[in-house]
């Protein structure tokens, strides 16, 4: 299984940014994928998941501000974030889980800054 990130950048305090990660998993739509971020000098902190069978989970910060969802005919899992903040300023890993084995994005950066 393979994963592909893409759709970090630069943007300004209350922008938006959509994050796309493309598996290439046989199974995708089985499994449960979703969203990590890791700031400079942080741990890595779950940003949001969703389960083969749609149910989405989010970490308080980003509710109500970010949203997960997946595409299985594209084996795609996406991140939309709106009002993005300086904190949010982390490279986001995409994930992927299935069968007992989890598999890692290379992380895309994204920086919010004005």
């Known amino acids: 299984v393979q994963l592909q990130a893409s759709g970090g950048g630069l943007v300004q305090p209350g922008g938006s940014l959509r994050l796309s990660c493309a598996a290439s998993a046989t199974f995708f739509s089985l499994a449960g994928v979703g969203w990590y971020r890791q700031a400079p000098g942080k741990q890595r902190e779950l940003v949001a998941s969703i389960t083969s069978g749609g149910t989405t989970n989010y970490a308080g910060s980003v509710k109500g501000r970010f949203t997960i969802s997946r595409d299985n005919a594209k084996k795609t899992v996406f991140l939309q974030m709106n009002s993005l903040k300086p904190e949010d300023t982390a490279v986001y890993y995409c994930?992927?889980?299935?069968?007992?084995?989890?598999?890692w994005g290379q992380g895309t950066l994204v920086t919010v800054s004005s």
């Open positions: 994930w992927l889980s299935n069968f007992g084995t989890t598999t």
